[in-house]
Nanobody
């Protein structure tokens, strides 16, 4: 059973850098065929895919967030991390990590999700 767990600060100040970590159990982030991703949902809005990292460390970013976003991993800990710089209140959202099957479907299928972590950007 694959499980994902988000961790990080619940409150960050504008202009600071947000760092969130997803810890994976029951499956390896280096296994072929899957991508490991971050998705967020601001209040009253839909889901927004932000970034993903593949089994060999290849990275992918949402065009709207690419300039501020970095995704990385620590294979020894089976973790991957999202960093979002220069945050504003518009970055306030529920942040989820999720696994994506290697697929051409739009939207892709997220077969496993973390429970999510609320991030509020406020001074």
């Amino acid at each position: 059973q694959v499980q994902l767990q988000e961790s990080g600060p619940g409150l960050v100040k504008p202009s600071q850098t947000l760092s969130l970590t997803c810890t994976v159990s029951g499956g390896s982030i280096t296994a072929n065929f899957y991508y490991w991703s971050w998705i967020r949902q601001p209040p009253g809005k839909g889901l927004e895919w932000t970034a993903a990292i593949g089994s060999t460390g290849q990275t992918y970013y949402s065009p709207s967030l690419k300039s501020r976003t970095s995704i990385s991993r620590d294979t020894s800990k089976n973790q991957f991390t999202l960093q979002l710089t220069a945050v504003t209140p518009e970055d306030t959202a529920m942040y989820y990590c999720a696994r994506i099957s290697q697929s051409t479907r739009v939207p892709p299928e997220y077969d496993y999700w973390g429970q999510g972590t609320q991030v509020t950007v406020s001074s």
